[in-house]
């Protein structure tokens, strides 16, 4: 702390040189790790009241309908029935995305999709 510290405290926070010199002997203090002024357990518990923040009520996530893909499903019906000649175990795993089948006792699937850009 030094005389330039005490001057500037008194001048931009308009406090006599005592205060000045009590309040930058506290902020030493508070930068040591010393509490110059402990709460008492009452006025703890406020303040801890105070700061808890929530997040407001929490709601269970809504599942999204998907409206159905006809062109994927056209898709995948064609290549199933195009299968169906050549190949065994013709499976369709999902109407609109995938089909497994076995040819030459090779396991393929296809997976259909459609980027959006």
């Known amino acids: 702390m030094t005389e330039k510290d005490i001057l500037h405290a008194?001048?931009?926070?308009?406090?006599?040189?005592e205060e000045a010199i009590e309040m930058l002997r506290e902020d030493e203090e508070i930068d040591r790790g010393a509490d110059p002024h402990p709460l008492t357990a009452e006025q703890e518990k406020a303040s801890k009241a105070v700061r808890i923040v929530s997040t407001g009520p929490r709601t269970a996530p809504v599942k999204r309908e998907r409206?159905?893909?006809?062109?994927?499903?056209?898709?995948?019906?064609v290549l199933d029935e195009a299968l169906t000649d050549i190949a065994d175990n013709v499976t369709v795993t999902n109407i609109e995305r995938q089909?497994?089948?076995v040819l030459d006792?090779?396991?393929?699937?296809?997976?259909?999709?459609a980027p959006r850009k």
Request: glycine share 0%; aromatic share 6%; net charge positive.
């Open 10 to 17: 008194m001048k931009t926070l308009d406090l006599t040189r």
């Open 99 to 101: 089909i497994d089948f």
């Open 67 to 77: 409206k159905p893909n006809e062109a994927k499903r056209e898709i995948i019906q």
């Open 105 to 113: 006792d090779v396991r393929y699937r296809i997976v259909l999709s």
